[in-house]
């Protein structure tokens, strides 16, 4: 369990850019937790504490910032990690899961085979940060598509204010490490 002042300190470690990457757009930069070599350890040593009991077969991350986390993880777990890429970028057979943006459609893809080794495989989902819950969505579809079970969907940072979790939670448990506004 990560005490209340150890995630005030993840916090603070996150940059936040106004306007970036279109006006409104309030980006939470994570390469400001990323190059701390305290935080980064802090919140790895929370998450392998987490998820070393649940008895996890594979780490599927969300390109491209979700990867960072997921094949930490999975290295700590001593278990695989999956891609989860945008559209046209895996080289192998294919399944793909369309999602709505603000403005048009986006597609996500993992490789038909990602899970072969285990039939009903244990997956954790990861990304850096939901905010509508769109990617994640699409996503979770994915891995139960191509026949893993998913066990839980973990973010970094969670904007509560977009409704994203509400989404998830209809594919799977949601855990998320710091709220922030
Ligand atoms: P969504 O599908 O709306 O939940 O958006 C989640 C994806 O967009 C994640 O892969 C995030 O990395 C990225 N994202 C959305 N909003 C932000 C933000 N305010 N700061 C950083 N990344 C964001």
Same mark, same amino acid.
């Given at each position: 369990m990560l005490r209340d002042e150890e995630r005030t300190y993840l916090l603070e470690?996150?940059?936040?850019?106004?306007?970036?990457p279109k006006p409104g757009i309030r980006f939470k930069d994570i390469t400001t937790l990323l190059n701390n070599a305290k935080a980064f350890t802090l919140l790895m040593d929370h998450l392998q504490e987490r998820y070393e009991p649940m008895d996890l077969d594979f780490v599927a991350g969300i390109e491209s910032r979700g990867f960072i986390f997921a094949a930490a993880l999975a290295t700590r777990l001593g278990i695989g990690f999956v891609p989860v890429r945008k559209k046209g970028k895996l080289p192998y057979t294919t399944v793909g899961e369309k999602y709505a943006l603000e403005y048009g459609v986006d597609e996500v893809e993992i490789h038909i085979d990602a899970f072969h080794q285990k039939p009903g495989a244990r997956v954790l989902l990861v990304d850096d940060l939901i905010a509508t819950g769109g990617t994640a969505q699409a996503a979770a579809r994915l891995?139960? +598509?191509?026949?893993?079970?998913l066990v839980e969907a973990l973010f970094i940072i969670e904007l509560p204010s977009l409704g994203g979790r509400e +989404?998830?939670?209809r594919e799977a448990p949601v855990y998320s490490v710091l709220e922030c506004v």
């Open positions: 470690t996150i940059r936040e850019i106004p306007d970036f891995i139960k +598509r191509v026949g893993a079970n +989404r998830l939670e």
